[in-house]
């Protein structure tokens, strides 16, 4: 990514994170540099944070906050199969520097409270006291979902 010209991309898409162990050097300040770099100065950065044991909203929303950047979360519901309880939801996170873009793409964001509606957009929301992650600094420990960890569902 850092080898390609600076605003080739409209949109740029990260689906790295689904698994047990994430890739937290892909939600650092530096690489979203680099993503920023990539990105037409109207671009689009998506990112699929759907993961059973960590909750990355905030590393996005203080990432956003940093920046000055426009921020909205959509939490698809899962599928409800009879008989299956272990299918779970897709959630995307998209940022922009431009609060126009945002707007194309998620219409008029709706209310937290509308959150599991399907197909709504939400405004992604800051954690107090989140601590940016850089390539120098990054802990899993405030994202962690302890419950699911350990056999219970929050």
């Known amino acids: 990514m850092a080898q390609q010209p600076a605003g080739r991309f409209d949109i740029l898409v990260i689906d ?3 698994s047990d162990a994430i890739p937290l050097h892909l939600l650092t300040k530096e690489a979203i540099g680099i993503y920023k770099r990539a990105l037409k100065p109207d671009g ?6 759907s993961n059973r044991f960590f909750g990355l909203e905030p590393v996005l929303a203080a990432e956003a ?10 939490l698809d519901p899962g599928p409800s199969v009879e008989g299956i309880d272990d299918l779970t939801g897709s959630n995307w996170v998209a ?3 431009t609060p126009q873009r945002m707007a194309q793409l998620t219409g008029r964001l709706r209310p937290r409270k509308d959150a599991a509606e399907d197909g709504a957009w939400v405004p992604l929301e800051a954690r107090k006291g989140f601590e940016r992650w850089t390539d120098d600094y990054a ?3 405030p994202v962690l979902l302890w419950g699911h960890l350990i056999g219970k569902r929050e």
């Open 16 to 18: 790295a994170f689904s």
């Open 44 to 49: 689009i950065l998506l990112v699929h944070i």
């Open 65 to 74: 906050g940093a920046r000055g950047w426009t921020a909205a979360i959509r």
């Open 95 to 97: 940022l922009t520097a």
């Open 139 to 141: 802990s899993t420990l």
